[in-house]
Antibody, heavy 118, light 107 residues
Framework: QVQLQESGPRLVKPSQTLSLTCTVSGGSISSGDYYWSWIRQPPGKGLEWIGY???????YYNPSLKSRVTILIDTSKNQFSLNLSSVTAADTAVYYC??????????WGQGTLVTVSS | DIQMTQSPSSLSASVGDRVTITCQAS??????LNWYQQKPGKAPQLLIYDAYNLEMGVPSRFSGSGSGTDFTFTISSLQPEDIATYYC?????????FGQGTKLEIK
């Protein structure tokens, strides 16, 4: 059974960089069958796709966030990570890491609430 | 971006009722449409993929239909554990986008 777990600071100051890591267990992140994604959900609101990374390192970022987002992969640790720079209060959200089998997201992390506040 | 519009935004129904949610895409997405269930405080869970395929382990009371721009999600007999918010999602074009959600409550 594949499991994903987000980790990282829960509180980030405005203008700083939000950094999260997703650790994957029960399966290899190096499998060419999947894309590894980040999705966020502001409190009480809907879901927004941030972007994904393939095991080869190729990425896709949502154009709405592209200038501020970097997603990296570390196959040796079976982890991938999210960096979101120059954050504001609007970036306060539950951040999910997820496995995308290219047709649907079939496994999600439990999510982590990151609050942007001074 | 492809806009996904769900209706209704909220819905109250009784146990045993047939419940239907619709999702409209702003352009033709063929059948590249998924449905997710999100219970409070939990991550979404995939229920239906490719518009009408039931994900493994999902009860058969859930179903989906449609193609092109208009899609329907149905619960044939509402159960208490179905209380959740339901989202459609298109994966025809990047960035993948979600509907705004339909919050389902028990009457």
């Amino acid at each position: 059974q594949v499991q994903l777990q987000e980790s990282g600071p829960r509180l980030v100051k405005p203008s700083q960089t939000l950094s999260l890591t997703c650790t994957v267990s029960g399966g290899s992140i190096s499998s060419g069958d999947y894309y590894w994604s980040w999705i966020r959900q502001p409190p009480g609101k809907g879901l927004e796709w941030i972007g994904y990374i393939y095991y080869s390192g190729s990425t896709y970022y949502n154009p709405s966030l592209k200038s501020r987002v970097t997603i990296l992969i570390d196959t040796s640790k079976n982890q991938f990570s999210l960096n979101l720079s120059s954050v504001t209060a609007a970036d306060t959200a539950v951040y999910y890491c997820a496995r995308d089998r290219s047709t649907a997201v079939d496994y999600w992390g439990q999510g982590t609430l990151v609050t942007v506040s001074s | 971006d492809i806009q996904m519009t769900q209706s209704p935004s909220s819905l109250s129904a009784s146990v045993g009722d047939r419940v239907t949610i619709t999702c409209q895409a702003s352009q033709d997405i063929t059948n590249y449409l998924n449905w997710y269930q999100q219970k409070p405080g939990k991550a979404p869970q995939l229920l239906i993929y490719d518009a009408y395929n039931l994900e493994m382990g999902v009860p058969s009371r859930f179903s989906g239909s449609g193609s092109g721009t208009d899609f329907t999600f149905t619960i044939s007999s509402l159960q208490p554990e179905d209380i959740a918010t339901y989202y459609c999602q298109q994966y025809d074009n990047l960035p993948y986008t979600f509907g705004q959600g339909t919050k389902l409550e028990i009457k």
